[in-house]
């Protein structure tokens, strides 16, 4: 045996003997106590899902940095409303879609209480809160007088039972609710026939579940797991931070109510002598003495005044709150200004590098949840609804291609954000399509307003600019122009400010 074995036979203490390199895999005393189980994400949503959902509900509702950053979840994430762009090629079908589509989204909701993009806006909510939200689709009879005979109803999470996992009569397994065939396809979701927590809804329904085709079934949540099957709340991280934190706050807020009350303390030698040379009884017989503005009291001998101080909340406060309410954020992957509405800290280059991220996790969200769960499955059963009831001429194949347009982001600094976007044009980077849709408007309808605006201004006499040197605006140029000599500009259009033709240097 050489030495190279025999100093390995002794360090290992032998050649079968395998020892945890990984830090993480250790288990010395450090982390001796670490012992998290190995189970499925299913499993644990099934375990403790109801009470996690309980909890979150109330945190939104309760408390404010939860409330306000589920709203400003909705906000980011959808909006006025992710819109759909058809790109069927003939123009005048590709309008009577769009008209259409817009005329109906005032009739999407089943209860009537919004819109399509309002129903949006709900299920961004529902995925903070829940971490999931159904959207069952409702064919309506053509007696009920809608344009496209189809409604969205939503759904909580409560609605489909987490414990109701068994074996169905068709040999389907059913899990947390939701049905499976023999090659795990979706085909069906159990959902209870009311919610438990409405005490409002006192009907008594046997079956307690009615069984829904999965093809009526939108289930809309953010899988984090492979093969994750229910949603998480995307509150669930900072939880426990958040309901500590108000705990904390209200202990502190009693505190300072404490301290702001004014009390004073009077000993005596003698106690049957009156206080402070005069006294009046409350109502349990005890002695009070009266403290009025701008007295001058002389105390008999043998009284002494003492004044209460409770304990102030300290200077260590703020930063206390500034580190968890952190904490908070990034677990929740919020901006900090966004959840707590702080921005002192902030300056243009924090606020920017902080926007640019956290716009690239909600685009992901966008793209991946919204628009492919949501969106697309919508804008497809609608095609297919508006054409078998004779609202649309069309083949469902040819109007189905769509583009779906988020809301425009607000610029951090517009000039350069604008200068920047126009450079990139001129070099041939991108295209002006890109550009007018990254503001959340279609390209052709702006176009389209452009064009009627410029044959406007035209037969109006007016003219638009960017700058006074530019003979060539950014928008179309009318097909026809004004003769000299009657008032009306040339064919320039592209700026803000009108001027008088007369004055104005050709």
Not at 195 to 203: I, M, V
Not at 342 to 358: C, G, H, P, T
């Amino acid at each position: 045996m050489g030495l190279f074995d025999r100093f390995r036979r002794r360090s290992t203490g032998g050649p079968a003997a395998v020892r945890a390199r990984l830090e993480g895999a250790m288990a010395k005393r450090r982390l001796r106590g670490w012992n998290p189980p190995l189970e499925n994400i299913n499993a644990l949503v099934a375990s403790g899902g109801p009470r996690l959902l309980a909890r979150s509900r109330e945190l939104v509702v309760t408390n404010g940095y939860a409330a306000n950053a589920c709203e400003a979840f909705a906000a980011n994430l959808v909006g006025d409303g992710i819109k759909p762009s058809s790109l069927i090629g003939d123009g005048d079908l590709r309008d009577q879609v769009q008209r259409l589509w817009l005329a109906w989204t005032d009739e999407a909701d089943a209860d009537g209480l919004s819109d399509f993009y309002g129903l949006q806006a709900m299920v961004a909510r529902e995925m903070f809160v829940a971490g999931e939200c159904f959207v069952r689709l409702r064919p309506r009879r053509a007696e009920d007088g809608l344009l496209v005979p189809l409604q969205l109803q939503l759904l909580q999470s409560e609605m489909l039972p987490f414990e109701k996992t068994e074996t169905a009569g068709n040999g389907n397994r059913i899990r947390c609710g939701i049905e499976f065939d023999g090659i795990g396809r979706r085909v069906a979701y159990h959902f209870r026939r009311r919610h438990p927590g409405d005490s409002t809804d006192q009907g008594v329904v046997i079956p307690e579940t009615v069984r829904v085709r999965a093809a009526d079934v939108l289930h809309i949540y953010r899988p984090i797991d492979a093969g994750q099957i229910r949603g998480l709340p995307h509150i669930a991280p900072a939880m426990v931070r958040l309901f500590l934190l108000d705990q904390y706050d209200d202990a502190e807020l009693d505190r300072k109510k404490t301290a702001a009350m004014f009390a004073g303390f009077i000993t005596k030698t003698a106690p049957e002598e009156p206080m402070m040379g005069e006294a009046e009884a409350d109502l349990d017989g005890a002695a009070i003495a009266s403290l009025e503005p701008g007295t001058m009291q002389v105390l008999l001998p043998g009284e002494d005044v003492k004044f209460s101080s409770p304990a102030d909340v300290g200077g260590g406060y703020e930063a206390f709150q500034y580190r968890t309410l952190l904490a908070v954020s990034a677990s929740l992957g919020l901006p900090y200004h966004l959840v707590t509405g702080d921005v002192r800290q902030a300056n243009y280059s924090s606020l920017r590098a902080e926007l640019v991220e956290f716009r690239r996790r909600i685009g992901q969200l966008q793209h991946g949840v919204i628009v492919h769960q949501l969106c697309r499955a919508v804008w497809r059963r609608w095609l297919e609804t508006a054409v078998l009831s004779g609202a649309l001429d069309a083949d469902p194949a040819t109007a189905r291609p769509v583009q779906w347009i988020p809301p425009r982001w607000d610029w951090v600094d517009p000039l350069k954000d604008i200068q920047a976007q126009v450079l990139a044009m001129e070099a041939g980077i991108t295209s002006r399509r890109k550009v007018v849709e990254a503001t959340g408007y279609d390209i052709e309808e702006v176009d389209r307003e452009n064009a009627a605006d410029a044959v406007r201004a035209t037969g109006l006499g007016l003219r638009y600019r960017t700058n006074p040197g530019e003979t060539q605006g950014a928008r179309a140029t009318p097909a026809t122009r004004a003769e000299p000599g009657d008032g009306a500009g040339n064919d320039t259009d592209g700026g803000a400010v009108a001027t008088d033709p007369a004055t104005e240097q050709e």
